[in-house]
T-cell receptor, first 115, second 114 residues
Framework: KAGVTQTPRYLIKTRGQQVTLSCSPI?????VSWYQQTPGQGLQFLFE???????NKGNFPGRFSGRQFSNSRSEMNVSTLELGDSALYLC??????????????FGPGTRLLVL | DAKTTQPPSMDCAEGRAANLPCNHS???????VYWYRQIHSQGPQYIIH???NNETNEMASLIITEDRKSSTLILPHATLRDTAVYYC???????????????FGTGTRLQVTL
């Protein structure tokens, strides 16, 4: 079974630009969560989508947004990029996200560098 | 979610068992203990999880104390490829709407040496 895939794997942008990252969950998984990892803040939860609806949200500014499509694939967008947005962005999928036991499986991440 | 406490770093000789402790004294009755590891700059890898009973899979064993306030992840025969940061996470309770949100701490950096 294919794992979680993320594209692109690496990205360089400049301040003020916007960026879109993509995540394809494991087949059959309907929940997709996004995380940001930086050396200073560690791994932090951004948001979670289930059935094309945002179900959970972390403490990030509105510049960070996402969406999910009917095939469960998800995208996250960051507008007006800042230097501090440089990070590894991780996507994780699980079957439904609220079952008694739910394991999230992570993708390899997209490394974003903002210059 | 309950907070977890882990030692910042540990060393282990290759071939020996690595025992990684985690304290989660405020865990609720319906919260699971999950373990992930992250090898440098890769996505976190799921290892094992449990509620009350000890669990074992092909990667590791998880020992949870009877009062559930702490647990230990055991890698029975550590290899150099097990060098990674290990995260102990307490999963949000069922029905709270936060079961899908994993809260990562700083983890334990395990260094396996020859």
């Amino acid at each position: 079974k294919a794992g979680v895939t993320q594209t692109p794997r690496y990205l360089i942008k400049t301040r003020g630009q916007q960026v879109t990252l993509s995540c394809s969950p494991i087949s059959g998984h309907r929940s997709v969560s996004w995380y940001q990892q930086t050396p200073g803040q560690g791994l932090q939860f951004l948001f979670e989508y289930f059935s094309e609806t945002q179900r959970n949200k972390g403490n990030f500014p509105g510049r960070f947004s996402g969406r999910q499509f009917s095939n469960s694939r998800s995208e996250m967008n960051v507008s007006t990029l800042e230097l501090g947005d440089s990070a590894l962005y991780l996507c994780a999928s699980s079957r439904a996200g609220l079952a008694k036991e739910e394991t999230q499986y992570f993708g390899p991440g997209t490394r974003l560098l903002v210059l | 979610d309950a907070k977890t406490t882990q030692p910042p770093s540990m060393d282990c000789a290759e071939g020996r068992a690595a025992n990684l402790p985690c304290n989660h004294s405020t865990i609720s009755g319906n919260e699971y203990v999950y373990w992930y590891r992250q090898i440098h700059s890769q996505g976190p890898q799921y290892i094992i999880h449990g509620l009350k009973n000890n669990e074992t899979n092909e990667m590791a064993s998880l020992i949870i104390t009877e009062d559930r306030k702490s647990s230990t992840l055991i890698l029975p025969h550590a290899t150099l490829r097990d060098t990674a940061v290990y995260y102990c996470i307490v999963r949000g309770g069922v029905g709270t709407g936060t079961a899908s949100k994993l809260t990562f701490g700083t983890g334990t950096r395990l260094q396996v040496t020859l």
